[in-house]
């Protein structure tokens, strides 16, 4: 009988059967490498994206190494988001029984007093952002005096964010023959300094993720304008109907707006950036992943290390700024053997940012014309900027409000969607909320014209997880 792969990297044998049970039979490229030089007590800097199975690298060595016996924190994993932390902080939970190890996470949005409390119990590993760890060391509610192992997670986003003071007080805190593993989807020069400074002979490790960005995702730009994103956007989304989608803004505000703006069309989506509470943004996740919205409009910051099953379509609506953004956000989909799409908006002024895209991805993306010719609709209409009132604008949105009136039964009503998608409801009188009304209005009229959504192109859609429900037909 073939001996199971996960063993023959040094995981122990009760740890590999059940990674087995759980359908994880053959390590990523990133564990072959990881897990055995971990083992060896070695200092590791690996380079790897977002999706390449960097998180079981780390966590299984730390469960292999850690002793339940000895009651204080033997490992800490350090990482930039709340959303990052929970995730690795539910992967360690997962399979932490088998070793009776216990686990705490600690981050931003937390009842402090609660977090104490747990600290007072035996916790063996702590995941924690910058923030809110130094928050407890200061307070001395967390010792990291006999420390065995720290993870540096996300390096690269830590230092954009400017979390690196706070990581080097941290370090600062453990014990100077700790072992210490850095993952980071890039390496730039300040990291390295930082490995230099704090690491031993460390191990360097890089796994690329070309393939995933070249032969599983379709990519394709489209070239329009600022003014006509938000119908191009609306054009593609029924032309494509996608099963779950994330749409990347530049900022906060204009990610606030343009769910907002989707929400007034019918759509059913929701926003996530920095400052939701962290209430709200545990909400936002559960219910995407639960397919209960379709379209979810993300920061880069706030959707850092956000692992979703089942995103078919990413979309740009603001171009990156490097190829590295790129990658992490259409990394997004055309997960575990599955197609995904990619479409990016670039008007005029970002032409520069396209050829640098181009030029880190070694790859000359499609290009196609989104741009509406004068007086008449173009390829996907004649952009109205939220402000048009002609007799061409509303048969458009009463076509589409017709053809949208099955996903609005089956994902819930529309002061439904905004009560859960907004913190704040729009002023009383706002003439967008009128123009709502007449897009509702214009329902019953369109689908007696027989548009209806049958008639669109569909994209793949995955079955369902934890009993989603597609929008209806």
């Given at each position: 009988?073939?001996?199971?792969?996960?063993?023959?990297?040094?995981?122990?044998?009760?740890?590999?059967?059940?990674?087995?049970?759980?359908?994880?039979?053959?390590?990523?490229?990133?564990?072959?490498?990881?897990?055995?030089?971990?083992?060896?007590?070695?200092?590791?800097?690996?380079?790897?994206?977002?999706?390449?199975?960097?998180?079981?690298?780390?966590?299984?060595?730390?469960?292999?190494?850690?002793?339940?016996?000895?009651?204080?924190?033997?490992?800490?994993i350090v990482t930039p988001?709340?959303?990052?932390?929970?995730?690795?902080?539910?992967?360690?939970?997962?399979?932490?029984?088998?070793?009776?190890?216990?686990?705490?996470?600690?981050?931003?949005?937390?009842?402090?007093?609660?977090?104490?409390?747990?600290?007072?119990?035996s916790i063996h590993i702590?995941?924690?952002?910058p923030g809110r760890l130094?928050?407890?060391?200061?307070?001395?509610?967390?010792?990291?005096?006999?420390?065995?192992?720290?993870?540096?997670?996300?390096?690269?986003?830590?230092?954009?964010?400017?979390?690196?003071?706070?990581?080097?007080?941290?370090?600062?805190?453990?014990?100077?023959?700790?072992?210490?593993?850095?993952?980071?989807?890039?390496?730039?020069?300040?990291?390295?300094?930082?490995?230099?400074?704090?690491?031993?002979?460390?191990?360097?490790?890089?796994?690329?993720?070309?393939?995933?960005?070249?032969?599983?995702?379709?990519?394709?730009?489209?070239?329009?304008?600022?003014?006509?994103?938000?119908?191009?956007?609306?054009?593609?989304?029924?032309?494509?109907?996608?099963?779950?989608?994330?749409?990347?803004?530049?900022?906060?505000?204009?990610?606030?707006?343009?769910?907002?703006?989707?929400?007034?069309?019918?759509?059913?989506?929701?926003?996530?950036?920095?400052?939701?509470?962290?209430?709200?943004?545990?909400?936002?996740?559960?219910?995407?992943?639960?397919?209960?919205?379709?379209?979810?409009?993300?920061?880069?910051?706030?959707?850092?290390?956000?692992?979703?099953?089942?995103?078919?379509?990413?979309?740009?609506?603001?171009?990156?700024?490097?190829?590295?953004?790129?990658?992490?956000?259409?990394?997004?989909?055309?997960?575990?053997?599955?197609?995904?799409?990619?479409?990016?908006?670039?008007?005029?002024?970002?032409?520069?940012?396209?050829?640098?895209?181009?030029?880190?991805?070694?790859?000359?993306?499609?290009?196609?014309?989104?741009?509406?010719?004068?007086?008449?609709?173009?390829?996907?209409?004649?952009?109205?900027?939220?402000?048009?009132?002609?007799?061409?604008?509303?048969?458009?949105?009463?076509?589409?409000?017709?053809?949208?009136?099955?996903?609005?039964?089956?994902?819930?009503?529309?002061?439904?969607?905004?009560?859960?998608?907004?913190?704040?409801?729009?002023?009383?009188?706002?003439?967008?909320?009128?123009?709502?009304?007449?897009?509702?209005?214009?329902?019953?009229?369109?689908?007696?014209?027989?548009?209806?959504?049958?008639?669109?192109?569909?994209?793949?859609?995955?079955?369902?997880?934890?009993?989603?429900?597609?929008?209806?037909?």
């Amino acid at each position: 009988m073939k001996k199971n792969e996960f063993a023959l990297l040094g995981v122990s044998t009760e740890l590999a059967k059940s990674l087995q049970k759980h359908g994880l039979t053959e390590p990523t490229p990133i564990q072959r490498e990881a897990i055995p030089t971990a083992l060896t007590g070695k200092d590791i800097i690996a380079q790897a994206q977002t999706g390449t199975g960097k998180t079981l690298a780390f966590v299984l060595p730390i469960l292999e190494t850690i002793d339940p016996g000895r009651p204080h924190v033997q490992a800490l994993i350090v990482t930039p988001t709340r959303e990052l932390a929970i995730q690795i902080t539910e992967e360690v939970k997962r399979w932490s029984p088998l070793k009776g190890v216990r686990v705490l996470s600690a981050y931003g949005g937390q009842d402090v007093e609660r977090q104490i409390r747990k600290l007072e119990g035996s916790i063996h590993i702590i995941v924690a952002t910058p923030g809110r760890l130094l928050d407890h060391l200061r307070r001395g509610t967390v010792q990291l005096h006999k420390l065995s192992i720290l993870v540096l997670d996300e390096a690269d986003q830590m230092l954009h964010m400017g979390f690196f003071p706070e990581v080097e007080e941290i370090i600062s805190a453990t014990p100077s023959r700790r072992q210490t593993l850095l993952f980071s989807a890039t390496m730039p020069q300040r990291i390295r300094e930082l490995a230099k400074a704090y690491m031993r002979q460390p191990v360097e490790i890089e796994v690329k993720a070309k393939r995933i960005t070249l032969d599983e995702i379709e990519q394709v730009v489209i070239q329009t304008t600022d003014r006509g994103k938000f119908e191009a956007l609306c054009k593609l989304i029924e032309e494509e109907n996608p099963y779950l989608a994330m749409i990347f803004c530049r900022t906060k505000l204009r990610a606030s707006k343009l769910n907002h703006e989707l929400l007034e069309r019918g759509y059913a989506s929701d926003e996530l950036h920095g400052d939701l509470t962290q209430a709200k943004r545990e909400q936002v996740m559960k219910r995407f992943r639960e397919a209960k919205i379709q379209l979810l409009v993300a920061t880069d910051v706030a959707a850092r290390g956000l692992d979703v099953e089942g995103i078919t379509h990413l979309f740009n609506y603001d171009i990156p700024h490097e190829a590295e953004s790129y990658i992490h956000r259409i990394g997004r989909t055309g997960r575990a053997g599955q197609r995904g799409k990619a479409i990016t908006f670039a008007a005029p002024r970002d032409t520069t940012y396209l050829e640098l895209i181009e030029k880190g991805i070694k790859s000359r993306l499609p290009k196609q014309s989104g741009k509406a010719r004068d007086n008449e609709p173009g390829e996907f209409g004649t952009p109205t900027h939220g402000r048009s009132t002609s007799a061409a604008e509303g048969r458009g949105r009463s076509t589409a409000a017709g053809e949208r009136s099955a996903r609005k039964r089956g994902r819930g009503s529309a002061s439904e969607r905004s009560t859960q998608g907004r913190e704040r409801s729009p002023a009383p009188g706002d003439r967008r909320q009128s123009r709502g009304r007449t897009a509702a209005t214009g329902e019953r009229s369109a689908q007696g014209r027989g548009r209806g959504r049958g008639e669109r192109g569909q994209a793949q859609q995955p079955k369902p997880r934890n009993g989603g429900r597609r929008r209806g037909r």
